[in-house]
């Protein structure tokens, strides 16, 4: 793992640490800090204060080479001002909103058709996928699907934290290290099973459920790469078909499991907090999100009252 060298070394590496203990992601602001380390290293700053001139030098250069993610290099900017700030050291400060926020696509919801056409293709994938892609990608994203995990927290699956005698599965690598167990449906259990037993020798060498050719995990742009080449075999004479993303079949496990409490009535507002807690949320605004995704004719359904649901909307966190 890269570590820091400049001047400032210390207070990011204080400020990671920090937000670990607060339940973050490390790897959140790595990336964003490390470029400004080497932006400082390679201007000899030698005095430790964040300047407002060091920031915008630093936001500008990036601006100017076109770089991607602005707003998300301003924010992690901001937290290590705010953060320096608050062990009582004078730092600059970026104001908030500095950079167009990035325009966030709305989840596909897929029907029940093309669901299906979908992961008929998914289970006919042939070369040029390598042989473990073809064993591997039909159980990675049944079990994305079935169990409505994250992207990474299947592909980062390790063989020891599923049960294939149970079906229980403990899932750590989670949005903020909030761990959990969940538990698979009887037939997702057999297509595990089977998985297991004939993909020993993809595996032999990898501590994780669903390796990639070098004993990794599959890096999500391959996997969101072929999900869209199956996308595209289902449906051969589409035209603009939409891109789809292995997020959207989280989004379809939660509209479908909602859609199916209001065909039986339930309490939504009672129900919520098992969803909320099956996903891993952190709380019940990011759960009821998926409520206003639901299909309009559902939203307008008699007897719900969705408005109370409107306070619930989470506002966006990138950090």
Known sequence: MSTFASVFAPMMNAMLE????????????????????????????????????????????????????????????????????????ESYILPDKMFAARKTEPPYIFTDGELIAL?????????????????MIPTLFRLIYTCGLRPNEGRELLTENINLDTGEVLITKTKRHKERIIVMSDDMLDFCKFYHDTSSR??????????????????????????????????????????????????????A?????????????????????????????ETAHYIHILPENLTKSAGIDWEIFNDLLPEVDII
């Open 18 to 89: 920090y937000r670990e203990a607060l339940g973050y992601s490390r790897t959140t602001h790595s990336a964003n800090l490390l470029a400004f380390d080497k932006h400082c290293l390679e201007r000899n700053i030698s005095e430790p204060i964040l300047t407002e001139g060091l920031i915008w030098g630093h936001l500008n250069e990036l601006e100017a080479k076109k770089r991607s993610g602005m707003n998300n290099k301003a924010t992690t900017l901001r937290l290590l001002g705010k953060y320096l700030t608050a062990v009582g050291q």
């Open 119 to 135: 992961f008929r293709a998914v289970d006919n994938l042939r070369p040029p996928c390598c042989g473990a892609e073809t064993v």
């Open 202 to 255: 993809y595996r032999s060498n990898s501590k994780y459920f669903f390796p990639s050719h070098g004993g990794e995990p599959l890096i999500n742009t391959r996997m969101n790469s072929l999900l869209n080449e199956c996308w595209h075999l289902a449906n051969p004479t589409a035209k603009d078909l939409p891109a789809i993303r292995v997020y959207d079949l989280r989004h379809r496990f939660a509209s």
């Open 257 to 285: 499991i909602l859609i199916r409490w209001i065909d039986e009535r339930k309490n939504l507002y009672a129900m919520l907090p098992y969803l909320s807690a099956y996903m891993g949320h952190a709380s019940l605004t």
